[in-house]
C-alpha cells in the first residue's frame, strides 16, 4: 500500500465502447458504463482497496449512498433528493465521458475526513485544482462524491461529466471532449500539491515565515541603527530606477526589467547579514526536505515500469513564492531608505515644485515692499546708510530669483 497521505485513482467510461473491444470485454465495458450513468438494472462493483470485500449494488448512486456512506456532495452543498433526480436525467441522456475513481487518505490522515463537511472543503480546496490543470472546465463539471468509513482508510469516491458540449474539434464542430485520460504530469502536480496540503508542513513555512520576519524587523531600522552603508546605497541605487507610475510589487509588469536586480540585491542582503543569512539557510534546507518528498510521492505513485516521471512544478512555486516575498521586502526598504535618506539625485514632483517657486516669489514680494517702504521712510537720514540696505536688500531679492529659476528650469 502507499505510504502518500493521498492516493488517488481516476478512470473514464466513453458513451460508445472502443472498437477494438469484443465479447465479455465488450459486456464489461458496457455494464461499467451503466453503472456509472446510474442505468444498470444490476450490477457488481468490486470494492478492491483492502482486496478482501465484493459489494453487490445497482449503479453508482446505490453504492455512494449504501450504509457506512455519507451520502452524496459536491464541493460546494449535499444533494437534495430532487437534485439527484435531475442528476440521474442528464447522466441517463448525456454523450459526455463519465469520469470516476477515488481519492484515499491514510491512517495517520484518517481523523482529517471524518463528515461531509471535512470531504467537501478538501474538494472544494484540491479537486477544482486538478479540473483547473486539466482541458475541462470546472464551471461546465457536475460532480458526485461520497465520503466511505467502513474501511481502515476513509476514502471519497467521486464521478463527474460535462454538462454542456463546449470543445470544437478540426471541422469547428461543436461536441464533449473525446480526450478521456489525463496527462501524467496533471496527475503528479496534483497529486503533490494534495499530499503537501494534508500533511503537517508547519516546519516549512514557519522557516519560511522567519527569514520574512526578520526582514521586516531590518526595515524598521532604517535610519535608526541600520549602518550598513554599502547596502544603503544598494537600496538607494535600486530606488532611483523605479517606474514613476505604476505598482511597485515583485510580480508588476513594470518592474520586470528590475527584477534580476531586485534578486541579486535579495541575494546579496541574504547572504550578507548572519541573522538573515542562518535563517535563511535553515530555509533552503526545509525546501531541499520538501523537493526530496516531491520525488517520493511520484515514485510511489508510479504504475506501469514504464511510466516515465515527469518534472513537476511544485518546488518551482514554493521557490517562486518565497523569492516573491523577499523581493517585495526589498522594494520597501529601498523605498524607505529613499524616504528616510534623500540622496543628491533626488526631485521633487512637478506640484511641489510649482508651489515651492510659489512661495518664494511671494517671499522676494514681501522683501521688496518691505523694502520700499524703508526707502521712503528714510528720505533725508544719511545717504551712505540708505545705500547699504539697498545693497543689502537688492542682494536678498536677487538670491531668492535665482533659486526661483532653478526650480524652474528643474521641470523643464
Known sequence: MSKNAVVFQ????????????????????IQERKFFDWTADYNYFEYTLNDKKVVKNKDFEHYASREGNLGMFNADKVYTKEELDEIREQLKNTDSHIWHGFISFNEENNGKFQTQEQAMHFLKQHFNDFIDRTHLDKNNIILMASLHQDTENRHIHFSFFEKEPTHVDKNGKVGFSMKGNFNQNVIDNWLVSANMAVENNDDFYNARNAVIEKLREMKATVGKEFTDQEMQLKLLALARKFPKEGRLSYWSENMAELRPEIDKLANFILCSQPEVKQLHQGFLRKLEGRRQRVDSIIQDNVGPKNHEIKANNYIDKLSNDYKARVGNLVIALAKEMRRQYKPAYYTESSKQKKYAARAIRRHAAKVFNNF?????????QVQKGMEAEFTDSVKDIETMMLHDEMLQGAQL
Open 10 to 29: 481516476i478512470k473514464y467510461s466513453a458513451k460508445n465502447p472502443p472498437r477494438y473491444l469484443k465479447g465479455d470485454d465488450l459486456a464489461a465495458y
Open 372 to 380: 520700499t517702504g524703508k526707502l521712503i521712510n528714510t528720505l533725508g
